[in-house]
């Protein structure tokens, strides 16, 4: 028995990656809902198998172009902060690796049609709150616009606080439910993901695209200090 086995009771066809999701039977998968990339009425379903790479250019990428529909996907990169080293920028390294899943199956399904087999399951939440308290946090705050706005070092800037918690008895389950309530009760994301690595769960909804690349043409949108402005202007 998995983690997963309550989620599906019903037959489903031979050819059903999300239903081997529920089943327990794929531990490597993702699940994407991409409103502006790909039909917003649809949800993704990835399911292959993932590497750990030591810099971008490791990514198991093919030469040619992959057979099959325009559409398929060959990879999904798993790409952390601390990767900006490869160009010489410091960073803060926190040890989290580059992770490419490599795409063996996928499946395009009508987003309604996915909610409905999405597990429905309470998810409980303990031991929660901030990294910083709200004093220090606004100490922080008072900081940056004295010193960086103040003198004139950047008008827009992002400070980090995070919050952690304890999720008792969090399993597969747990994650396939609340990235349910995502999709129900999110609007306006450019992504809402679901990704199982196998030891590790990335779920989320992200408010904005940074960069896109098209018939070999790169688009950066610059998010909070993003983009260093070039000496010249």
């Known amino acids: 028995m998995t983690d997963l086995d309550r989620a599906t009771t019903v037959r489903r066809p031979a050819a059903d990656p999300l239903g081997r999701v529920l089943d327990g039977t794929a531990p490597v998968f993702a699940l994407l809902h991409r409103p502006e990339a790909a039909d917003p009425h649809a949800l993704e379903v990835l399911l292959g198998e993932t590497t750990t790479c030591a810099t971008l250019a490791d990514l198991p990428l093919s030469e040619e172009p992959a057979a099959g529909p325009a559409g398929r996907h060959e990879l999904l990169a798993l790409v952390p902060y601390r990767q900006l080293a490869e160009r010489g920028f410091d960073v803060h390294d926190d040890g989290t690796p580059l992770v490419a899943l490599r795409v063996a199956e996928q499946q395009t399904l009508p987003l309604s049609a996915a909610l409905a087999r999405l597990p429905n399951e309470p998810v409980k939440v303990d031991r929660g709150g901030f990294d910083l308290d709200d004093e220090e946090y606004a100490r922080i705050v008072r900081r940056v616009v004295d010193e960086e706005i103040g003198g004139g070092e950047g008008a827009n800037f992002v400070i980090k606080r995070s ?34 690595t196998g030891d590790r769960v990335l779920l989320g909804a992200t408010p904005e695209r940074h960069v896109s690349v098209r018939d070999g043409t790169a688009v950066m949108n610059p998010i909070s200090g993003t983009y260093r402005y070039p000496p010249g202007g």
């Open 163 to 196: 919050f952690t918690a304890w999720l008792p008895g969090f399993s597969a389950v747990g994650a396939l439910s609340f990235f349910r309530r995502l999709l129900e009760r999110e609007t306006g994301a450019y992504w809402t993901f679901l990704v199982h």
